[in-house]
Structure formats: structure tokens, C-alpha cells
């Protein structure tokens, strides 16, 4: 009769057994894939299961990105060169012609593909699904790609300006509550607030009571524990399987999140679609003239649950980017107080004391545009963007197999001393008079056919809401903050860029700098 301990050595025995085979398929798995990519510079692996993972936890450490390392690795290893996270292999190209072949041939040899699946779902819950983002099927992509284009347009966003203005009055509104000099307003907080705002009211028709705390939802927590899941799902693979309580609770905690956000969308839909139905005039917002142009489609419209892909979609593209993007500006703008006497001189010319700002203003905020610019140069919210070659490619004289992940730093090519005079510098001025570089590397919003749809929206939205910022308050930074910057999804600063305000009817026009 066989014992117990003898069935528990042998299943002992078989553990290992599987455990030793399944660690050599690993060894030889990664050898293999080290050897495949061996003529392609770059950084030496700190580790043969880790890869350059070391490498950058190093640079985190001392405060810095995964992007400086890449920028880093670019000076010293040349315009291509490879980088290893695990079996994963990110060739990165930093020539600025190498990459419009890239992006803009996308449809052709590079293509989205598996590396977008990690934002498509979190944790197995669908999350941007297959959004104008995620979409892998270029053609199915570009059907709806042509469906939406007219809605981003300038001609159709300068019928929603009122709506910019809107919400930018309430952002005024709620810091001027806060604006007394001496409390510290963690100012990328106020900012999401009226990206969310403005994106709900122009794109969907739709008020999430922002700046009303009697009647705020739970929307922003759950949009927040979703963006966090999605950095913990990329930066930590081990707690999508973790099998401990906490782990599988906070799971949990984000599907149930993510669920509530896309019923949110949905009912948004289905009540314009079903007014739509009734023979209605619905509202003037993106969500209805899509509905309205998807009736007259020859390619047809989109299913309910493709719809609440681009709800997501356009909430984490819009809100997150635009939000950043102008705490970033204000951080830069405190730190050059001549940068923000010049800033402060045109709005007050252009806008004055008006209450509006019309749609024609908006082109003659100039200077406002150049320190936009600079801002998205040196702090791109994206960083970069990646896609799979479908083919065996050769490119700059190095062999590129098929099925790679071909990388792009949009960080790394802003700060190239290449592409830039003194690249390190913020200098609006480059974007004046033509001085904006000859080489093109200026692509936060990417380029080529999958670049940004909301670029136009974005540009929109930010300079009203600087505008009316400048317009009304005067800002300093709170000592003793991290001035630096942090990639939780999207490039946003450190510390949340924390600023005393005043009121402008109580300060001096005079250049503001940091205290």
C-alpha cells in the first residue's frame, strides 16, 4: 500500500521536475531572443531575466524617467538601439526621418498591434476597448476614423466655444476661493476638474457638476482608480496574478470601477440615441453630431459597447493631456517670471477684462501658443508611441526583424541637441517667427494618420483656460515642492505644481516668480 509521504514525495519530485524544466524553456526562450536582437546597439542587461529594468529603476530613484534613460542610451549608442523590459525588446529610433516613415507608413509595415492590448482592458475588464486608440485593424480604424474627423474640426469646435468658456468661468470661480496669497491649491487638481468638465459638456452633451460638491459623482474617483490600475498593470505584471486577498480585492475594486464608468457612458448614449429616435434636435456637442453623421454613413455606425470604447477613450486622451499639459505650463511659466511677464502682457491685450473670449481671439493669443508649444516639447503628457513591423525591414543599415516593437520618445526627440538649440532651455521664442526647428521634431500629438483627433480640441481648450487663468490670478510656487516630473500614465509634474494665488486686482503686474 502506497503511503502518504510517498504521494507527497513524489508530487514534490514532480514539482521540481516542472519547475527545472519550465525554468530551462525560460533560459533558452530568453537566449534565443537576446541573440535574435544582438546586432542592435544598446544598453549592456543588467540582468538576463530583467533585462535594462535595473537601469531604469536606477534613474527613478534618483528622480528621473524611463524617457531620460532612453535619451540617455540614444547620445551614447546612436539613433537606433534596443532596450530590454524582461523577454520584451523596444527598439528605439530617435532619427526624425526614420520616424515619419514609421508613423506615417504605419498602415503599410508598422501597425498597432499587441502592445495597445494593456490599455484596451485592465485586469481583463474592458476598459478603452477598441477606441480610435486601440483599434489594431487599420481599416476598421480608418472607417471610423472618417466618421469623427469632422467633429474635431476647427469648424465645428468653434461652434462649441461657449462651452469652453463655461467651464473655464467655473475653474475661475472655484479658485477664487482659494486665492488668498497664502493657501497652497495643488493646481493639477482644479485643472482636471474643468478638463473633465469641458469634456463632458463639449463631447457629450452632458454636466458631471464638477465644481458642485453637493452634486459631484463618483466618476472621478473611478476614472482615477482606473488610470492608477492601468500604470500598476503595466509597471507591476505580477498583480494582475497575484492570488493574495489584497491583490485580488483591488481587482476587483478596479473591474467594479471600470463597470460603473462604462454604464455611465452607456446611459449618456442611449439617452441622445433614443431622443435621436424620437425625431429630436439634440444638443450641440460631439457625441450628437457623430450620432447624427453615423445615420448618413455609407460604412454605418457603431455598436453600443464600440460607442462607450470612445466615452473612455476621449476621457482619458482629453482630460488627462490637457490638464497636464497646462500644469506643466504654469510650473515652467513660475520659473521664468519673464516668460510670464510677456504671457500675462498679450492676454491683457488681447483679452483684457472681457468676460467671453471669442473663437477669433484665440489666434492672435500668439506668444500663448509659442509657451504651449515649448511646454509640449519639454513635457510631452505622451511621451511616445510604439508599433509592431510586420515585415523584415532594414533601417538606417540595421535589420529590424518582423514582429518587433518599434518605439518612438517623443521626450527623447524634443530634447536632442540635434533637432534643438540649446534643447534643455524653455525658450517660447523658438516658435516665433519661423523659429520653430526645420526638422519636425516637434510631434506631441504624434503624426501621420493615427495622430491625434483631439489636437485641435486640446489647443482649444488650453488657451482659454490659460487665458482666463492669466486674466484673473497671479501664481507663485509653494516652496519646498519636487519641481520635477513623473510618468503615471500620462508626463505630469511631480508634486502636482502647488501655487499660491492672488487675485489680479490685488497684485502688481510684475513679473511672478517662485517664493
Same mark, same amino acid.
Given at each position: 500500500m502506497v503511503s502518504a509521504g510517498m504521494v507527497a514525495l513524489a508530487t514534490v519530485s514532480s514539482l521540481l521536475s516542472l519547475s527545472l524544466v519550465a525554468f530551462i524553456v525560460a533560459v533558452v526562450f530568453f537566449h534565443y531572443r537576446h541573440w535574435k536582437y544582438s546586432h542592435i546597439p544598446g544598453p549592456k542587461r543588467r540582468s538576463f531575466f530583467l533585462?535594462?529594468?535595473p537601469d531604469i529603476r536606477d534613474y527613478v530613484a534618483r528622480g528621473r524617467l524611463m524617457e531620460d534613460a532612453v535619451k540617455d542610451w540614444a547620445d551614447e549608442f546612436g539613433p537606433v538601439c534596443v532596450v530590454w523590459l524582461l523577454h520584451v525588446s523596444m527598439v528605439y529610433f530617435?532619427? #526624425? %526621418?526614420? /520616424?515619419k516613415e514609421i508613423l506615417v507608413l504605419e498602415n503599410l509595415k508598422y501597425r498597432k498591434g499587441w502592445n495597445y492590448d494593456g490599455i484596451a482592458s485592465i485586469f481583463g475588464a474592458r476598459f478603452l476597448g477598441r477606441g480610435l486608440v486601440t483599434e489594431t485593424n487599420h481599416e476598421l480604424w480608418l472607417k471610423r476614423r472618417e466618421i469623427f474627423n469632422p467633429a474635431f474640426s476647427r469648424n465645428y469646435l468653434k461652434t462649441c466655444i461657449s462651452q469652453f468658456n463655461s467651464s473655464s468661468d467655473?475653474?475661475?470661480g472655484y479658485l477664487k476661493s482659494k486665492a488668498d496669497g497664502k493657501t497652497? #491649491? %495643488?493646481? /493639477?487638481e482644479a485643472l482636471n476638474k474643468a478638463t473633465i468638465d469641458i469634456i463632458a459638456k463639449v463631447a457629450f452633451g452632458s454636466d458631471f457638476h464638477q465644481f458642485d460638491a453637493e452634486k459631484i459623482t463618483s466618476f472621478n474617483k473611478e476614472f482615477d482608480l482606473?488610470?492608477?490600475a492601468l500604470t500598476q498593470q503595466f509597471e507591476n505584471p505580477w498583480t494582475w496574478c497575484n492570488p493574495s486577498r489584497s491583490a485580488r480585492d483591488y481587482r476587483a475594486t478596479v473591474r467594479q470601477a471600470i463597470q460603473k464608468l462604462r454604464e455611465t457612458g452607456r446611459m449618456i448614449i442611449q439617452k441622445q440615441m433614443k431622443a435621436l429616435g424620437r425625431g429630436e434636435e439634440l444638443s450641440n456637442n460631439i457625441l450628437s453630431f457623430i450620432l447624427q453623421a453615423c445615420q448618413h454613413s455609407a460604412t454605418g455606425g457603431l455598436d453600443m459597447e464600440e460607442m462607450v470604447d470612445e466615452f473612455t477613450t476621449f476621457f482619458l486622451a482629453g482630460n488627462e493631456t490637457t490638464a497636464n499639459l497646462l500644469s506643466s505650463t504654469m510650473l515652467q511659466l513660475c520659473q521664468h517670471p519673464e516668460v510670464m511677464y510677456r504671457l500675462k502682457t498679450e492676454v491683457d491685450a488681447v483679452v483684457s477684462d472681457?468676460?467671453?473670449i471669442p473663437y477669433e481671439d484665440l489666434s492672435k493669443l500668439e506668444y500663448t501658443v509659442a509657451v504651449l508649444k515649448e511646454t509640449l516639447r519639454l513635457c510631452p503628457p505622451a511621451t511616445g508611441t510604439s508599433r509592431i513591423s510586420t515585415e523584415d525591414v532594414v533601417i538606417d543599415g540595421v535589420k529590424i526583424p518582423a514582429g518587433s516593437l518599434v518605439a518612438v520618445s517623443f521626450y527623447s526627440i524634443s530634447r536632442n541637441e540635434q533637432n534643438w538649440t540649446n534643447a534643455l532651455e524653455f525658450s517660447p521664442d523658438r516658435f516665433l517667427a519661423g523659429n520653430e526647428s526645420s526638422s519636425g521634431a516637434l510631434m506631441p500629438f504624434s503624426i501621420g494618420p493615427r495622430n491625434c483627433i483631439g489636437q485641435q480640441f486640446a489647443m482649444i481648450e488650453a488657451r482659454i483656460l490659460l487665458a482666463k487663468l492669466l486674466q484673473n490670478f497671479s501664481f507663485s510656487l509653494v516652496p519646498g515642492q519636487?519641481?520635477?516630473y513623473v510618468v503615471d500614465t500620462t508626463l505630469k509634474p511631480k508634486d502636482g505644481?502647488?501655487?499660491?494665488?492672488?487675485?489680479?486686482d490685488e497684485s502688481v503686474h510684475q513679473p511672478t516668480g517662485s517664493q
Open positions: 533585462g535594462n529594468i530617435h532619427d #526624425v %526621418r526614420v /520616424i467655473l475653474l475661475v497652497g #491649491v %495643488r493646481l /493639477i482606473a488610470l492608477n472681457k468676460e467671453y519636487n519641481l520635477g505644481c502647488q501655487v499660491f494665488i492672488t487675485p489680479v
